[in-house]
Nanobody, 126 residues
Framework: QVQLVESGGGLVQAGGSLRLACAAS????????MSWFRQAPEKEREFVAA????????VYADSVKGRFTISRDNAKNTVLLQMNSLKPEDTAVYYC???????????????????WGQGTPVTVSS
C-alpha cells in the first residue's frame, strides 16, 4: 500500500527558506502526479504545487509562484518543495499527496489525489 511521509518542516523567520521532502513507498511512484497542499488553522486545505509524472510540468498557486519550487526524484521515490522568501502567511501544515489515477495531470483539486501524508508543520515568524 502507498504511504507518504513528509519531513523538513519547522520554525523559520520571514524571508528565510525551508525544504520539505516527501518519501513515498511503492514501485509505481513514477506513474503518478504528485502535489503539495497546505492547511492553516480554521482554514480550508489549499493547493500549493503539483508536478507531473516525469517532472516536466509544474503548477503553482499564485500565492507561492516565484517563491516555491516543486521537484521530484523518481529514482528515490521523493518529492521536494523548496520554499524561499517565506512569509507569515505561509504558516500551515503541509501535506504531500499522490494522484488517484496515473492519467491525472497537474490538477489543483484535492479530490484528484487519493493518498496523503500526515503532514509537516511550517511556522514563519515575522
Amino acid at each position: 500500500q502507498v504511504q507518504l511521509v513528509e519531513s523538513g518542516g519547522g520554525l523559520v523567520q520571514a524571508g528565510g527558506s525551508l525544504r520539505l521532502a516527501c518519501a513515498a513507498s511503492g514501485r509505481t511512484f513514477s506513474n503518478y502526479a504528485m502535489s503539495w497542499f497546505r492547511q492553516a488553522p480554521e482554514k480550508e486545505r489549499e493547493f500549493v504545487a503539483a508536478i507531473s509524472r516525469s517532472g516536466s510540468t509544474t503548477v503553482y498557486a499564485d500565492s507561492v509562484k516565484g517563491r516555491f519550487t516543486i521537484s521530484r526524484d523518481n529514482a528515490k521515490n521523493t518529492v521536494l518543495l523548496q520554499m524561499n522568501s517565506l512569509k507569515p502567511e505561509d504558516t500551515a501544515v503541509y501535506y504531500c499527496a499522490r494522484a488517484q489515477l496515473s492519467s491525472y495531470g497537474v490538477g489543483r483539486d484535492a479530490e484528484g489525489y487519493s493518498f496523503w501524508g500526515q503532514g509537516t508543520p511550517v511556522t514563519v515568524s515575522s
